[in-house]
């Protein structure tokens, strides 16, 4: 089955640097990669997701980039700020029926004001 | 985005009674939803998969008589923790998907705590 590799586990960043988290996924029929930022205690929030057909998308300080033939999509986040801190994860959709979803292992990040 | 809630949001309970959680969407119709569990400073991990009016597909390791899953209608699903053991204690977090091209909007989750 699926199996996603998220990295890295931390990241700490100096507030307006840039962060980026990459992920890697094993079945070439993956078709959709959503990213959630989950802070303490809450629920996963989608914040930008990427689907197949296209190879980056952008929202404001948010981005995502898709490599198919690597396998493996990364998220960019430029300009970051001290609300940024939070768990980060990466999913990808696997081919075939129900169209579940398989989660990174999550990237904690902290952004030092 | 589309709302999903979930009741209770936390609940403690004594070593072998069950325990039900319930996950609604709000404002549309869910006609698949799912249910992860997430142990501290983990990942989410799928439990089950459950499509409205059917049986629920559950992952590889997850207990089907254990974990009860019931999506009656398309804006109710409910995960009944039977006979819970300390082990169970974690977040259990629901999300809902109206078709298969729309993306999952999560419930706040559940903190279970089995004494």
């Known amino acids: 089955g699926e199996n996603v590799e998220q990295h890295p586990s931390t990241l700490s960043v100096q507030e307006g640097d840039s962060a980026v988290i990459k992920c890697t996924y094993s079945d070439s029929a993956s078709n959709y990669f959503p990213w959630y930022k989950q802070e303490l205690g809450k629920r996963p929030q989608l914040i930008i997701d990427i689907r197949s057909n296209v190879g980056e998308k952008k929202d404001q300080r948010i981005a995502v980039t898709l490599n198919k033939t690597a396998k493996h999509f990364s998220l960019h986040i430029t300009e970051t700020q001290p609300e940024d801190s939070a768990v980060y994860f990466c999913?990808?959709?696997?081919?075939?029926?129900?169209?579940?979803?398989?989660f990174g292992a999550g990237t904690r990040l902290a952004v030092h004001p | 985005g589309a709302v999903v809630s979930q009741h209770p949001s936390w609940v403690i309970c004594k070593s072998g009674t069950s325990v039900k959680i319930e996950c609604r969407s709000l404002d549309f119709q869910a006609t698949t939803m799912f249910w992860y569990r997430q142990f501290p400073k983990q990942s989410l991990m799928l439990m089950a998969t459950s499509n409205e009016g059917s049986k629920a597909t559950y992952e590889q390791g997850v207990e089907k008589d254990k974990f009860l899953i019931n999506h009656a209608s398309l804006t109710l699903s409910t995960l009944t923790v039977t006979s819970a053991h300390p082990e169970d204690s974690s977040f259990y977090i629901c999300?809902?998907?109206?078709?298969?091209?729309?993306?999952?909007?999560f419930g706040p989750g559940t903190r279970l705590l089995v004494l």
């Open positions: 999913a990808a959709c696997p081919g075939g029926g129900y169209n579940k979803l398989i």
């Open positions: 999300s809902g998907r109206t078709s298969p091209q729309e993306t999952q909007y």
